[in-house]
């Protein structure tokens, strides 16, 4: 049995038990994932689509697992891939986060405030277009400011080392060392007690020593919470302007 077969046995192992889990527990807690600085434990299966600008499309499954305990969140993530130009189908780069919220009062101008670390491993092969083949980590703050009981706006600002790869080609300007920077702005918006939305326009410097890397362009996310405290529904794209990339996504979350 193929590594990606038996990780996606574990992966849907994991669904089932927690599907079981969550819906035995009371729902007392109110949940409200619309403050990124509300952690919780979850499950989150996500079904995409992406379109790169060299006419590659991956389709495939993302599984993510959060973990939290008091003030912390840990989470993994884990891609499934089909490269319709390769017909290759392997692991993407997976994903490890670590986030430590150390306030949140949303009574408060400044409600939230969280740092976060992100590790991200290419797990897929790079020449079959499943992987990027780039270590890179990437740390970052988010801050929550409060407008209205219906309305935050959360900076986040996070910062990019890719490693270079050890088998790199002489003269090849692929996986090289790089050190970039991204600035997000997101808003979310309170549509009634199960609806949110989140509107995110970015600023991404890939590397900083050209601005040919520069780019730009947001993200967008509905969510709709269909079981109270429990499931919750959405989906989401992203586009980037001078990467000519977008990426779609059809969520189901777990809340355990």
């Known amino acids: 049995m193929s590594r990606t077969k038996r990780i996606f046995q ?47 499309q991956l389709t495939g499954y993302r599984f993510n697992l959060s973990y939290a305990v008091s003030d912390f969140q840990t989470t993994l993530e884990v891609p499934l891939l089909y490269n319709h130009n ?26 939230g405030l969280g740092i976060a670390m992100d590790i991200f491993v290419p ?8 992987s990027s083949g780039n270590w890179s980590i990437s740390p970052g703050i988010i801050a929550g400011i409060m407008v209205s009981d219906t309305y935050s706006i959360w900076p986040i600002l996070s910062y990019r080392y890719q490693f270079a790869d ?11 060392e790089r050190h970039g920077m991204t600035f997000q702005l997101m808003n979310s918006i309170n549509i009634s007690e199960k609806i949110y939305v989140l509107v995110t326009p970015m600023l991404i410097q890939n590397d900083f020593t050209t601005m040919q890397s520069f780019d730009y362009g947001g993200e967008v996310e509905f969510n709709y919470m269909l079981i109270k405290n429990k499931l919750q529904v959405g989906c989401f794209s992203r586009k980037l302007v001078n990467s000519e990339y977008s990426s779609y996504r059809l969520m189901f979350r777990l809340f355990l």
């Not at 409200?32 to 509300?38: A, E, G, I, Q, V």
């Not at 050890?166 to 090289?176: A, D, H, M, W, Y």
């Open 10 to 56: 574990y992966i849907a192992c994991l669904v089932l038990a927690g599907v079981n889990y969550s819906f035995a527990q009371s729902d007392d807690k109110v949940i409200d994932p619309s403050k990124p600085t509300n952690v919780y434990t979850r499950i989150n299966n996500n079904f995409e689509l992406t379109n790169l600008k060299d006419g590659t």
């Open 86 to 111: 390769t017909q290759k189908v392997g692991m993407g780069d997976l994903r490890l986060r670590t986030f430590y919220v150390p306030h949140t009062d949303y009574s408060k101008t400044l409600g």
């Open 123 to 130: 797990l897929g092969n790079r020449v079959e277009g499943i």
């Open 166 to 176: 050890p088998n790199l080609v002489e003269g090849s300007t692929k996986n090289i």
